[in-house]
């Protein structure tokens, strides 16, 4: 089947690769005896997404992304494997669709003409206020 990412693309099931370990921290007997962690591994240039998604992914400053170009993605969240699997799939759908993400561009503005006048008005109101605080001469 595949992983969705988009509407027209996919990635085949065989080029993630997950693996089952034991989840780290406290949990009793139970998690000294199940592997229930999942830990997954995705190569961006080995993989058949679009080439504009593999740029996109390796220049992306995350520290899921390795310099060999490979996601690591380790989840631990929840007691049953099944729920790590999914938990580990989605975190790479969201970090994929993210990198791929536009940024609005910034566009500088200006106040407008009322705005500067009202500014300099409250300017001029406060400074005749703290006039008015000076001695009083008779």
């Known amino acids: 089947m595949g992983l969705v990412i988009s509407a027209g693309v996919t990635i085949p099931d065989d080029e993630i690769v997950l693996t089952a370990i034991r989840a780290q921290g406290a949990g009793g007997q ?5 592997s229930t962690a999942i830990h997954l591994k995705f190569d961006i240039h080995a993989s058949s997404l679009p080439e ?3 740029q996109r992914l390796l220049t992306l400053n995350s520290h899921l992304v390795t310099s060999e170009g490979v996601v690591i993605i380790k989840a631990q969240e929840y007691r ?3 729920q790590n699997r ?17 940024q609005k561009v910034r566009r500088a503005t200006a106040p407008s003409k009322n705005a500067k006048r009202k500014r300099l008005e ?8 703290k006039n008015l605080r000076g001695k009083v001469d008779y």
């Open 80 to 82: 049953s494997q099944e």
């Open 52 to 54: 504009f998604y593999k």
């Open 30 to 34: 139970h998690v000294n005896k199940t």
């Open 86 to 102: 999914e938990a580990a799939l989605a975190r790479l759908t969201t970090l994929i669709q993210e990198a791929t993400r536009f």
């Open 122 to 129: 409250s300017k001029v109101r406060r400074g005749e206020t």
